[in-house]
């Protein structure tokens, strides 16, 4: 690979190895108008978010050579570890006795440096001339705005994009070795097809990084828009507080927004980006392993249940668990989340189109990659069935609860508007599953639109549903009383509730709450339980100053570990939007998560 050393496209050391510290400066929330485009590399594939309207020049620069195809064939000719990954300025093939060939560029173009070189994003190389860029650019592989970020150093280097998909890939191949074949190419990523005892000549393709296709796929907006009109949403906090939103967005395409413990504003991961493509036919559920502290999603897709895990570097890696368990039949309703209080292992819950209800669970082992393993139990052709217990017709959604005595169950509403439990609990002698009728126990009124269910820290269960008469049921258990219903709305002279509306959550100082949409004013009200208060009832636009936009469709409520409350809504123009307490001041805010959120 002699050859290299005489394709140089300029001389010396530029200035993009030598720079000084400068003032961070911030990166935008997402347009939904910014251009997306795919590169697919030796090592997986790689999505990039381009800011279209903050360094127009640079991207439409980029995008010519992107459009042309003058990408395709090339390879990674630059790798620091820790810095950067460099590419886009030279194509290689094996056979050609020249060697490396420079990609014909375009004349330079103008700097546009605005924003930071931070970790994940991508940005144009050039010499110490500020206005001298042009086909080269560089991946970000740590937050390197004290080196590259200061305007007295060619200007500062133009950051016009970020990986919002397949991070991981740059990071894998950031971790290879390197050749020194001399100016431009002394640090130059090799793969294990390089043989180092005995250097060959010509370096085959095998032993590069390519990029073998460069190519714009649309915008980012499709990923950013909730677009199921009656969303299921998936909510998990974070041992620090920092929050996890999942929901389906335009063609089904899963998203996690994540929120930090005391930020304003959101990032979003677009789950359909990662490993493997995935169109949604299911919720996304989220959750926090209390094992590791590490964050998790699953949908179910016509290929199977995907698990994703977030990385260290905050990326997410997918598995598909139908492929790795024999036998696990398609989950055809939503998909519910628990977490057993006794030992932390995970069990999602599901129905198959036949209504058989099942479960996937973890093993309490880990797989070969080290990760935890899985298996499935379908509780209808075997708990139930054992038990000569019927599997309950169910219908919408499910919900799911735990008990701090290892309790769990799932929960929803038949036909007629009964309520029943399909429940496992350590005292049971047989150690199956079983189900009960809870309307029929506590004489509860039938329930229409669904039930949502807490569990308070002293192990009190409560199912809550909106009867026939709008007005707000709660049916509730203690080993003293046995199961009891009470009407909140008449009892306590509350509004009627959208019967597809409510969610519930309950505080760490165990307050009670159930959520919903004011029946007629479409207006979001919460009746809340402390043991100094009794029940009461709010509207919350009325704590928010300037009021707030009222969602449209089904909530979904969670609390904090320091005691925040979030609960999230769609409105109808497709809008993501979030109620927020704020426990440290009692406040209430509103955030609009479209117009707050970037993709990372």
Same mark, same amino acid.
């Given at each position: 690979?002699?050859?290299?050393?005489?394709?140089?496209?300029?001389?010396?050391?530029?200035?993009?190895?030598?720079?000084?510290?400068?003032?961070?400066?911030? &990166?935008?929330?997402?347009?939904?108008?910014?251009?997306?485009?795919?590169?697919?590399?030796?090592?997986?594939?790689?999505?990039?978010?381009?800011?279209?309207?903050?360094?127009?020049?640079?991207?439409?620069?980029?995008?010519?050579?992107?459009?042309?195809?003058?990408?395709?064939?090339?390879?990674?000719?630059?790798?620091?570890?820790?810095?950067?990954?460099?590419?886009?300025?030279?194509?290689?093939?094996?056979?050609?006795?020249?060697?490396?060939?420079?990609?014909?560029?375009?004349?330079?173009?103008?700097?546009?440096?605005?924003?930071?070189?931070?970790?994940?994003?991508?940005?144009?190389?050039?010499?110490?001339?500020?206005?001298?860029?042009?086909?080269?650019?560089?991946?970000?592989?740590?937050?390197?705005?004290?080196?590259?970020?200061?305007?007295?150093?060619?200007?500062?280097?133009?950051?016009?994009?970020?990986?919002?998909?397949?991070?991981?890939?740059?990071?894998?191949?950031?971790?290879?070795?390197?050749?020194?074949?001399?100016?431009?190419? !002394?640090?130059?990523?090799?793969?294990?097809?390089?043989?180092?005892?005995?250097?060959?000549?010509?370096?085959?393709?095998?032993?590069?990084?390519?990029?073998?296709?460069?190519?714009?796929?649309?915008?980012?907006?499709?990923?950013?828009?909730?677009?199921?009109?009656?969303?299921?949403?998936?909510?998990?906090?974070?041992?620090?507080?920092?929050?996890?939103? !999942?929901?389906?967005?335009?063609?089904?395409?899963?998203?996690?927004?994540?929120?930090?413990?005391?930020?304003?504003?959101?990032?979003?991961?677009?789950?359909?980006?990662?490993?493997?493509?995935?169109?949604?036919?299911?919720?996304?559920?989220?959750?926090?392993?209390?094992?590791?502290?590490?964050?998790?999603?699953?949908?179910?897709?016509?290929?199977?249940?995907?698990?994703?895990?977030?990385?260290?570097?905050?990326?997410?890696?997918?598995?598909?668990?139908?492929?790795?368990?024999?036998?696990?039949?398609?989950?055809?309703?939503?998909?519910?989340?628990?977490?057993?209080?006794?030992?932390?292992?995970?069990?999602?819950?599901?129905?198959? *189109?036949?209504? *058989?209800?099942?479960?996937?669970?973890?093993?309490?082992?880990?797989?070969?990659?080290?990760?935890?393993?899985?298996?499935?139990?379908?509780?209808?052709?075997?708990?139930?069935?054992?038990?000569?217990?019927?599997?309950?017709?169910?219908?919408?959604?499910?919900?799911?609860?735990?008990?701090?005595?290892?309790?769990?169950?799932?929960?929803?509403?038949?036909?007629?508007?009964?309520?029943?439990?399909?429940?496992?609990?350590?005292?049971?002698?047989?150690? &199956?599953?079983?189900?009960?009728?809870?309307?029929?126990?506590?004489?509860?009124?039938?329930?229409?639109? !669904?039930?949502?269910?807490?569990?308070?820290?002293?192990?009190?269960?409560?199912?809550?549903?909106?009867?026939?008469?709008?007005?707000?049921?709660?049916? #509730?258990?203690?080993?003293?009383?046995?199961?009891?219903?009470?009407?909140?709305?008449?009892?306590?002279?509350?509004?009627?509730?959208?019967?597809?509306?409510?969610?519930?959550?309950?505080?760490? #100082?165990?307050?009670?709450?159930?959520?919903?949409?004011?029946?007629?004013?479409?207006?979001?009200?919460?009746?809340?339980?402390?043991?100094?208060?009794?029940?009461?009832?709010?509207?919350? *636009?009325?704590?928010?100053?300037?009021?707030?936009?009222?969602?449209?469709?089904?909530?979904?409520?969670?609390?904090?570990?320091?005691?925040?409350?979030?609960?999230?809504?769609?409105?109808?123009?497709?809008?993501?939007?979030?109620?927020?307490?704020?426990?440290?001041?009692?406040?209430?805010?509103?955030?609009?998560?479209?117009?707050?959120?970037?993709?990372?």
């Amino acid at each position: 690979m002699t050859q290299l050393a005489q394709q140089s496209r300029f001389g010396g050391e530029s200035a993009f190895e030598a720079l000084e510290p400068r003032q961070l400066l911030s &990166l935008p929330v997402s347009d939904p108008g910014n251009t997306l485009v795919q590169v697919d590399t030796s090592f997986g594939t790689v999505f990039i978010e381009l800011f279209d309207t903050i360094t127009p020049v640079t991207v439409n620069n980029f995008l010519n050579y992107v459009n042309r195809g003058d990408y395709d064939g090339s390879f990674f000719h630059r790798l620091v570890p820790g810095f950067v990954l460099q590419g886009g300025g030279f194509t290689y093939d094996e056979s050609d006795p020249d060697g490396a060939q420079d990609i014909p560029s375009d004349p330079p173009i103008v700097n546009e440096f605005l924003l930071p070189n931070i970790e994940r994003t991508i940005a144009m190389a050039k010499t110490a001339d500020p206005d001298s860029a042009t086909s080269q650019f560089f991946f970000n592989l740590d937050d390197n705005t004290g080196t590259l970020d200061d305007p007295a150093n060619s200007g500062g280097f133009t950051v016009f994009g970020r990986v919002v998909g397949g991070w991981d890939v740059v990071l894998e191949i950031s971790e290879l070795q390197r050749v020194n074949f001399g100016s431009p190419f !002394g640090e130059v990523p090799v793969t294990e097809a390089y043989d180092f005892a005995n250097p060959p000549d010509p370096v085959p393709d095998a032993a590069l990084v390519f990029v073998s296709q460069a190519r714009v796929i649309g915008t980012v907006g499709p990923y950013l828009n909730a677009l199921n009109p009656s969303p299921i949403i998936g909510l998990a906090t974070q041992p620090d507080g920092s929050l996890l939103v !999942g929901v389906r967005g335009e063609n089904a395409s899963p998203v996690v927004y994540e929120r930090g413990a005391d930020a304003d504003s959101y990032t979003a991961s677009l789950l359909a980006l990662q490993t493997v493509p995935v169109n949604a036919t299911s919720n996304i559920v989220n959750w926090v392993d209390p094992k590791n502290d590490r964050a998790y999603a699953a949908v179910s897709t016509a290929n199977g249940l995907v698990l994703y895990t977030q990385t260290d570097s905050g990326s997410w890696a997918a598995r598909n668990l139908t492929s790795e368990i024999p036998g696990l039949p398609p989950l055809s309703s939503n998909l519910s989340v628990m977490i057993d209080e006794t030992n932390g292992r995970v069990y999602l819950a599901g129905m198959t *189109a036949s209504g *058989a209800v099942v479960t996937v669970q973890q093993t309490g082992g880990v797989n070969q990659g080290g990760g935890f393993a899985w298996t499935f139990r379908n509780l209808s052709a075997g708990d139930l069935a054992v038990n000569q217990v019927g599997t309950p017709a169910f219908i919408g959604e499910l919900t799911t609860y735990t008990t701090p005595w290892g309790g769990l169950n799932i929960t929803g509403v038949d036909n007629n508007g009964d309520m029943h439990v399909v429940w496992f609990a350590p005292q049971l002698e047989n150690g &199956l599953w079983t189900a009960n009728n809870i309307s029929e126990i506590s004489g509860a009124d039938p329930i229409i639109g !669904g039930v949502t269910a807490f569990v308070t820290p002293w192990g009190a269960i409560n199912l809550a549903g909106i009867r026939a008469d709008g007005s707000l049921g709660v049916t #509730w258990w203690t080993p003293d009383f046995g199961w009891i219903t009470n009407d909140l709305t008449s009892e306590y002279s509350g509004p009627q509730l959208d019967p597809v509306s409510i969610t519930s959550y309950v505080t760490e #100082w165990g307050g009670q709450n159930i959520a919903g949409l004011d029946a007629v004013t479409g207006e979001l009200v919460v009746y809340w339980w402390t043991g100094s208060t009794g029940w009461v009832h709010n509207t919350i *636009a009325d704590f928010i100053q300037g009021g707030a936009e009222a969602p449209t469709y089904r909530l979904t409520g969670i609390a904090a570990g320091n005691g925040d409350v979030s609960i999230f809504g769609v409105t109808g123009d497709q809008r993501v939007i979030e109620y927020n307490w704020v426990n440290a001041d009692d406040t209430w805010r509103a955030f609009d998560l479209s117009a707050l959120t970037r993709l990372v």
